[in-house]
Every structure is written in structure tokens, then in C-alpha cells.
């Protein structure tokens, strides 16, 4: 008997080790693991070190599509759906550049490590490099002083070149150190929802979503480029949408096509905005000499959506479009492969500039006929040798540590038992139902809420449901989209409440430290219709 318990533990313990194994991709962390990699180093080009020269400026408008990809459009044209998801940027994106040659299909940059998240890709495409900080700390930047100084970015060599720059984003653009980059390199002038507050854009209490709704975003980027055209100077402005961060907010303008607050109807939305914003911008004086760049951040985080197509992930791109160039006779002759990296020296030829050897940090300007480092690598070659140890990206970040361990010091720390406040619903809220929330500030997994007083951060949230206002009847933890839509930054979305509290009952909200559940009663919550 005890050598078949041996036996039979024996063969549970194999069959656990290579579920984990898997699961967790072990073997590709054991074998990255400190391992050094000379890649970076050996093919980054110092924008310093090759002269960048101006014929003639440009401006130029930057949009970044939150989570926007080609996967959205339909087979036919290079997506996986079968009724394309956005019909408008599809059309855009062909009748412009987005390199890929002679096919009637969209092309965009592949995802690659360091690049694949919000902060990541503006910096990959900024700098032409991957984003570097110690794992689990990618969205904290904010903790420095300093972002990459010694790092030059397409902000630093417009500013010289007498650009007024600028960065709009209805969200708060502390959030992940946004503000710091782009103020340390370029001095951008920063219009994000706090801002817009106080140049009474929007009103005090006006909050939807992370801050203010694509279509508001788009209002205010028309007024701002209005005023920027009147200036002698060139400008270049970026413009940061929000609405398809997951799980997304639908304007109440847009059509729904489908059931239950569907993702696929804010993708659809998006395709209807964005195209509007382009052709407001194609109608204006200014537009003769002013280049669009549309890129996304990164992929969707929605892998739902794609329950119905035929997935295939190597076929994902991030949604690219080049309109109105400098290389007004250019067409792409082959289908390139190309990064985010890549978008570095692409915009600044885009609107004028002439790049000695095409090549600026690790990205290849596509207007040229040098091989990206993906084509001449491999995609695949050059993801494992990003995702290796880098001596010289730890070099050139001079990262401050210690702010990044009292920070890990207080998401290791639990709060005190008021964080939240009780939920009474009364009846069942609905999306549109408005919450009043005075708050303090928190940070929760890794969401970060700017306090007035102190941050602090809470992990493992939970929606805690009573039979009375004493005892627990059940406690489940809350899945990441219901964080994210609960939790955003810098106010709490009141999107989607109806997806998991249910008429007449009443709910906290809480959290699990060790093995114990604290009750979040500081904070009251108002649900009205």
C-alpha cells in the first residue's frame, strides 16, 4: 500500500510539474533568465551619433488607437473576421501607406518585448527601443524623476528643430510616468483630463470612463489644432483615445450592432470617430502641409472577441496608416516586416526629415529600402534577444531603485479597513447609472489612483455580497476587466455594473490580505439613475 501511495503521488507530482511547465512557460523563463544578450547594444543607432536633416517641416498629428489592430478588419483585407469590424479605418489605411506592397490587405508593426503595453509603445515609438523596468513595475515610472534622460527621443529632435509639441489624452497622463517622458523630452505642453479641468474645457465633476470619451477627445483636439495652425511655428501634437481600453465605453452616439455591451460595438465606434476626426482635419487650411500618423498602441486585450473568427496570432498587426507624407509619390512595392521600433524614423521622414543610413534606435525607416531589424533577423530571433538581459538598457535607464521598493513596499503593505464604502443598489443599475465618489485616492492592482495625501495599493479585490449588512452571504474575487473597469485611473468607471450585481442585493466592496477580508467603509458610493 505505501509503495502505490508513493506511486500514485509520484505521478500526480509529474502531472502537476508539466502543467506548470506549460502553463506557466517555464522553460522560456529558465532560459531567458539572466541571460545576457549584446543585441540591443550592438545594433542601436544614437540619433546623436547620424545627421537628421530638414528640407522641409511638416507637421504632424499623432493619433494612438487604444488597443486598435488589423485583426478588426474582414479576410478579405488582411483581418479574421468575416464582416469587418472597421470598414472606414480599413479604407484609410489602403488608400494611404502602411507597407504592405501591392496586396489589398492592411499591414501594421508586430508586438515585440518591451513595447507591448500603453507606455511601452509610445516609448518604442518615441526612441526606437523597448521599454525597460524590473517585471511587475512597467506601469510605474511615475515613481521616477527621471525617464531615460540620456535617451533621444522624436520630441527632443523636433523641439530643436523649432516644433511646438504637444500631448492630449483624456485620461491622467501621470499615470505610468506618461507626463515625465514627454515633459522631459520635447517639453510638451500636456492637455490630459486634469488639465482640460482646469482650463474649464470640461467641468469639475465631468468624468466618463478614465477621464473624458473619445468624442469629447476629438472636440478638444479640433479646437487645440485650430489654434496651433494660427502660429508661425510647425506643430506636432499627439493624440491619445481611450474608449477601446478594455472592456471599453460605448458613446451613446453609436449604433449597436450586437447584445451585452459587446466590445465589438466599441470597436466599431472607434472606426466611426477616428474617420471622422481624419476627414474634419482633410477639410482644414492647414492640412496641405500636415502629416497624419495613425498607429496603436498595442494589440486588443480582448481575446473574446475572436471566439467567432478562425485565430490566428501570428496575423495580428497594430493598425498603421501614413496619410498626406512628405513622399507624396511613394507606394510600398513589398509587404514589410516591421515593429513599433520602426515608427521612430517613419514619422520623422514622414514629415520631412532625411535620415543619414535610414536607421535611428532599433527601427529602419520604411520609406527606404533597408531592411528592418525583423527582416533581417527574423521576428522571432529578435523578440528572444529583447526579452534577454540588456547591460545596456539597464545603463542608459538609471532607473532609481529605492522609489521602485517603497513603492513595492506599500503594495506589500495592507491599508487600513476603509478603502471603499457600501454599495446599496436599491434596483438594478444600468451602464449609464452615475456614481458621486469622494475619495481619498488608492492604487489597486496596479491601477494607480492619485491620492491628495498618500498612494497606496491594495491587491486581490473582491465584491463581497450579504444576506444583511453584517454577515457575508458568498465572497468572490473580481476578474481583471471588472478591475479595470471599476478601478480606473484617475476616478472609478461606471461602466458595466449591471454585468455582476443583481437587483435588490446589497454589496461591499473588499479585500483579502493574508487570510483575512477587510471591508473597504471609508468611502460612500451613490448609485443613481
Not at 408 to 436: A, H, V, W
Not at 444 to 467: A, C, R
Amino acid at each position: 500500500n505505501t509503495k502505490k501511495i508513493f506511486a500514485f503521488v509520484g505521478f500526480i507530482f509529474v502531472i502537476v510539474s508539466i502543467y506548470f511547465i506549460y502553463t506557466l512557460d517555464v522553460i522560456s523563463y529558465l532560459k531567458y533568465y539572466n541571460k545576457v544578450s549584446l543585441f540591443i547594444e550592438n545594433n542601436y543607432v544614437n540619433p546623436n551619433d547620424v545627421e537628421i536633416k530638414f528640407d522641409s517641416k511638416r507637421n504632424l498629428v499623432h493619433i494612438y488607437l487604444e488597443s486598435m489592430e488589423t485583426s478588426y478588419a474582414d479576410i478579405e483585407h488582411g483581418g479574421l473576421f468575416h464582416e469587418n469590424l472597421i470598414p472606414q479605418l480599413t479604407e484609410i489605411s489602403l488608400e494611404n501607406e502602411n507597407f504592405s506592397g501591392n496586396k489589398n490587405k492592411l499591414n501594421g508593426a508586430r508586438p515585440l518585448f518591451g513595447s507591448t503595453w500603453t507606455m511601452g509603445s509610445m516609448f518604442a515609438q518615441n526612441t526606437g527601443l523597448p521599454l525597460y523596468t524590473p517585471r511587475g513595475f512597467e506601469n510605474m515610472m511615475n515613481t521616477q524623476k527621471n525617464f531615460f534622460n540620456s535617451v533621444v527621443s522624436m520630441g527632443d529632435i523636433l523641439k530643436k528643430q523649432g516644433y511646438t509639441l504637444m500631448f492630449l489624452c483624456g485620461s491622467d497622463a501621470e499615470f505610468a510616468g506618461t507626463n515625465i517622458f514627454f515633459r522631459q523630452h520635447g517639453n510638451y505642453k500636456i492637455v490630459d483630463y486634469n488639465e482640460m479641468k482646469k482650463q474649464k474645457i470640461i467641468q469639475s465633476r465631468y468624468h466618463i470612463y478614465w477621464g473624458i470619451d473619445d468624442a469629447k477627445l476629438f472636440e478638444t483636439s479640433k479646437q487645440v489644432l485650430s489654434k496651433l495652425a494660427k502660429e508661425k511655428n510647425n506643430f506636432a501634437i499627439i493624440i491619445v483615445t481611450m474608449d477601446t481600453h478594455l472592456p471599453g465605453y460605448l458613446h451613446p452616439s453609436c449604433t449597436t450592432l450586437f447584445k451585452n455591451h459587446d466590445y465589438r460595438d466599441i470597436i466599431s465606434c472607434s472606426d466611426i470617430q477616428v474617420a471622422e476626426f481624419v476627414r474634419w482635419i482633410q477639410e482644414q487650411d492647414f492640412y496641405k502641409n500636415t502629416t497624419i500618423v495613425i498607429t496603436s498602441d498595442h494589440l486588443g486585450m480582448n481575446n473574446n472577441v475572436f471566439k467567432d473568427t478562425v485565430f490566428d496570432d501570428k496575423k495580428r498587426r497594430s493598425y498603421t496608416s501614413y496619410i498626406n507624407t512628405a513622399h507624396a509619390n511613394f507606394k510600398s512595392v513589398n509587404f514589410r516586416v516591421y515593429s513599433l521600433f520602426d515608427n521612430f524614423p517613419t514619422i520623422l521622414s514622414a514629415i520631412g526629415a532625411k535620415i543619414q543610413g535610414n536607421r535611428l534606435g532599433l527601427g529602419t525607416n520604411l520609406f527606404s529600402s533597408v531592411e528592418t531589424l525583423s527582416e533581417k533577423y527574423g521576428y522571432d530571433f529578435q523578440n528572444h534577444q529583447l526579452a534577454q538581459r540588456s547591460l545596456f538598457m539597464e545603463n542608459i535607464a538609471d532607473l532609481d531603485i529605492q522609489s521602485l521598493e517603497n513603492f513595492k513596499y506599500l503594495y506589500e503593505k495592507p491599508i487600513e479597513k476603509n478603502c471603499l464604502g457600501f454599495i446599496d443598489t436599491g434596483e438594478q443599475p444600468d451602464r449609464n447609472s452615475e456614481i458621486d465618489i469622494p475619495f481619498k485616492g488608492i492604487a489597486i492592482s496596479g491601477w494607480v489612483l492619485h491620492s491628495l495625501e498618500e498612494k497606496q495599493i491594495v491587491d486581490n479585490i473582491y465584491i463581497i455580497k450579504y444576506n444583511d449588512r453584517k454577515k457575508f452571504k458568498e465572497l468572490e474575487k473580481l476578474p481583471f476587466p471588472v478591475l479595470a473597469e471599476l478601478f480606473g485611473d484617475p476616478l472609478f468607471s461606471n461602466s458595466g455594473f449591471s454585468t455582476f450585481l443583481s437587483a435588490g442585493s446589497n454589496y461591499a466592496i473588499g479585500y483579502k490580505f493574508g487570510d483575512q477580508y477587510y471591508e473597504c467603509t471609508n468611502l460612500k458610493i451613490n448609485l443613481s439613475h
